[in-house]
């Protein structure tokens, strides 16, 4: 069989069965041994320490580790979720959203979330999900994440659990009973990278730079006193006036005979030898400011720092807080698919997403504008319910009734049309077009009636109209005019039946 790779050039190939097979599996590589029956974690740094996973979390003792890590994590956590009805409109289809909006009203999903938000630092964050079941329908009781140093990889990178009666090569694991959180996971390493790792030597060099500054400081903060003596003085005269100098560091008091004498002498060059130390600690948590932040200006602002650098680096930042969002609701939607797989016969799952509470706002407003428009009219309730409005705080009215009152009343002789009545006419659909136009023109029929030339009528026309923006008008009349074409269109059809 010939496979083409373009118009000119093609490749042979024998069967068409290998083009289904996997040909490079890992039982196959060079560096497969499959002893232990389950893939060895590649993390460089823990094959060098000899130990698991927990040794990270050991790192999150560190104060700007902890901040870093507890920022990372806000960043989705202070984030407005929603469940939303998938495309299909069947009736399976909404029992399932029903179901799973049920679910979510009694599960912690912050909780939840916290524990999916885990994986970018351990590289994944198993979840296990325990359902019960009752009236005929299986529900996730609790969804509860597990250390994720218990669970090994098979050869496929099947996910399973390393208990104590099978240590050697794990649990196969049933379905429907573990969510995987993972970050940058590949077929190669599918333990996911860990941010952790990319902390820890920085932690450690960190730790070492403060042990050694305070022996500095205890060494050199307070000043030296040398006490000077005779050349002939016994040691046992000097044990005692070393004890009396003690004494004087504590008491800043001390008694000394007068053919001895007491200096504290000043080094110049101590500060800078401290500063050495203070450099490499701040040197640490910049490199853990990468690691977890994206960038460094958030938690800490060197000289010469700008805000433009700063937004600058909160946008890169943006970036992981989006990847973080796209993996916990990656996960949701799978336990969404399971829940509806169990339950609803032929439904479509619902749909888990992350929003700005201003953003959806501003999205709704323009789409209900937009429905306003097509001669949709929404409920005080609706209003109520949407947009977190109080029903004392606003009035819901009839436009049209108000501008039909208002050119048609008595109280308004001149009958004259303003802009305000222009911008409200022009938020009428299509439907109500034909309706507006007739409110428009009436008054200048009736003046057409009354004048009598050209002349009088466009005179009397412009003062009818002080202020009517033109454009308003134009668009007012298109919609009127597209309107009254689909009346006629309809009309001509029921004749022609």
Known sequence: MKLWINDHD?????ERESLTTEIAPRSRSLDWMGLAGFLPDPDPVLRKLGQDISVYRELLSDAHVWSCYQSRKSGTLSCEWELRESEDSSAASKRAFRLAKEILDALD??????????APFYGMSPIEVIWKSGKGKWIPDQIVG??????VFGEENDLRFRSRDNMSDGEILPEYKFLLPRHHATYKNPYGERILSRCFWPVTFKRGGFKFWSIFTEKFGMPWIVGKVPRNTTDAERAKILSNLVSMVQDAVAVVNDDQSVEMPESSGRRTSADIYELLINAGNRECSKAILGQTLSTELDKGGSLAATKGHLEVRQDLVDADKQMVKKSFNLLFRWITELNVSGGSPPVFGFYE????????AERDKTLNEQGVRFTKKYYGRVYNLEEDDFEISDQQTEINNRLFSEKTPDNKFTQEDADNLSTQGAIDAQEAISALLAPVMGMIKTSTSFEEI?????EFYPDLDSK???ELLAKAMFAAGL??????????S
């Open 357 to 364: 509470e201003e953003d959806v706002q501003k999205d709704r």
């Open 109 to 118: 999903v912050e909780q939840v979330i916290t524990d999916m938000l885990d």
């Open 472 to 474: 308003k008008f134009q």
């Open 458 to 462: 466009g005179e009397r026309l412009y």
């Open 487 to 496: 009346t006629g269109y309809a009309a001509a059809e029921g004749e022609e």
């Open 10 to 14: 093609f490749i042979e190939i024998d």
């Open 146 to 151: 597990k250390p994720p140093e218990w669970f």
